[in-house]
């Protein structure tokens, strides 16, 4: 419980912050279990599309501040990779 007016804020804020943070994170999530899905039917065209609307979510994540720039960089370069390794 906030013992002061700016501490009960600070807890408001925290909230919102938490929430928008949790949605941007399960947009990362749901496009990269897309993404695998796509990489395991084998169909490179649909992976390739996919994968760079998971690169704008984690750009997106990353500049926001929802995740650090070198998980999002690190998980691109997996992916990205798994793509190339397509036959």
Known sequence: MPNTKSAAKRLRSNIKKRLVNRIRKSR????EIRLNQ???SGNKEQAQA??????SELDRAANKGSIHANK???KKQRLAARV???A
């Open 84 to 86: 190339a390794k397509m």
């Open 50 to 55: 996919l994968l760079s609307k998971c690169f």
């Open 28 to 31: 990362v999530h749901t496009s």
């Open 72 to 74: 999002a960089d690190r």
């Open 38 to 40: 796509e990489i395991s």
